[in-house]
């Protein structure tokens, strides 16, 4: 009887632990659906800003680039803070960043002013498309050695930022030589996503630090404006890229 109660109670305290086991694996699998829902929520912003495009409603489009941003950004953070990382969700946010900071872009700026450069304006604006695919393509293959800088510049803030210039520039007169001038920025927007260069992602930065960053953007969005913020912080974000290259070049010591 001794002998026969201990196996029972052993037996049955390992199909309890066999049904916590599965009962964990399944709470898990459906928390790793809440930030693909976001994800997805990029990609159908992304897809509404390419027909708002294609209706003329260039600010609406902008919004639309920026919404997905903001989506893309709350993705990952979610998934790590509830430590649900995983391949499908890399490959599915890539995808996703295909059509929301790829194909609503180009197609934003074409629509925007680069068609009166007729042809020019369209392969510049493909190009962009095609570079940015590069880019989340090699991302795709090298994403876990890109951690606090990524090789390249992020499709988001390429496309971002052409959002960005689109709503700021919106309602001023283009002329030949300013519509060539937005051509030249989308090829070097295009080099730079292709290209070998470190850009900053953030990643790793405190919980403290990353708190002050929020508390002092709102306050400078509260006093400026968004559009205004955005502006002077991409530029803040290109020059840190390029002076931080003339750094490493000029003054890394030679061996």
Not at 95 to 102: G, Q
Not at 109 to 121: E, N
Request: with cysteine.
């Amino acid at each position: 009887m001794g002998v026969t109660t201990k196996v029972d109670s052993k037996f049955a305290r390992n199909r309890r632990r066999l049904r916590l086991h599965f009962t964990r694996q399944r709470l898990k699998h459906g928390l790793r659906v809440i930030p693909n829902l976001f994800t997805l929520g990029n990609a159908f912003f992304g897809f509404a800003s390419i027909i708002f495009a294609a209706q003329d409603n260039i600010v609406a489009a902008a919004y639309f680039i920026l919404l997905g941003a903001l989506m893309d950004g709350l993705d990952g953070r979610i998934a790590r803070y509830m430590k649900v990382t995983s391949e499908f969700g890399t490959q599915l946010d890539s995808l996703c960043d295909a059509v929301s900071f790829c194909v609503a872009p180009s197609l934003l700026i074409y629509f925007w002013q680069l068609h009166t450069l007729h042809s020019l304006g369209f392969i510049a604006c493909g190009i962009f498309l095609l570079a940015g695919i590069v880019r989340l393509a090699r991302f795709n293959v090298t994403h876990q050695q890109q951690t606090v800088f990524s090789i390249g510049l992020t499709t988001t803030v390429a496309g971002c930022f052409l959002a960005t210039t689109a709503i700021a520039y919106q309602r001023y007169y283009f002329s030949s030589s300013a519509s060539i001038a937005l051509l030249a920025l989308v090829l070097f927007l295009a080099w730079l996503m292709t290209s070998n260069v470190a850009c900053p992602t953030f990643k790793q930065v405190s919980r403290n630090t990353y708190g002050i960053f929020t508390g002092v953007t709102v306050a400078f969005v509260i006093t400026m404006g968004l559009i205004n913020v955005l502006l002077w912080g991409f530029f803040a974000y290109f020059a840190y890229i390029f002076l931080r290259v003339f750094w490493l070049k000029f003054h890394t010591p030679k061996n």
